[in-house]
Nanobody
């Protein structure tokens, strides 16, 4: 599975961005798709995930109510709508995939940089 993330950029605090991730290769309706981020000097952290063929989504507490993850099965894409951004959201955002909910995240995209200015 190959993952290509896009949509990062520079935005002012309080603004919005929408990230997209396109999956190609051996995609499957059972894949779980997710977003992670890594801020400068910090470890990579979970942001959100969504079951590929369902509507179940999970979010990190830090983004609940502000971020929304969604998927378009026909286009093999997963999106992350980010609202009310703060400088603390500044990070490289990575798209990831795994075969099942219990599996390890074993497919990763290249990352897209989100910078939120104060």
């Amino acid at each position: 599975v190959q993952l290509q993330a896009s949509g990062g950029g520079l935005v002012q605090a309080g603004g919005s961005l929408r990230l997209s991730c396109e999956a190609s290769g051996r995609t499957s309706s059972s894949y779980v798709m997710g977003w992670f981020r890594q801020a400068p000097g910090k470890e990579r952290e979970f942001v959100a995930s969504i079951i590929w063929s369902g509507i179940t989504a999970r979010y990190a507490d830090s983004v609940k109510g502000r971020f929304t993850v969604s998927r378009d099965n026909a286009k093999n894409t997963v999106s992350l709508q980010m609202n009310s951004l703060t400088p603390e959201d500044t990070a490289i955002y990575y798209c990831a995939a795994k075969l099942t909910a219990a599996a390890q995240w074993n497919y990763w995209g290249q990352g897209t940089l989100v910078t939120v200015s104060s």
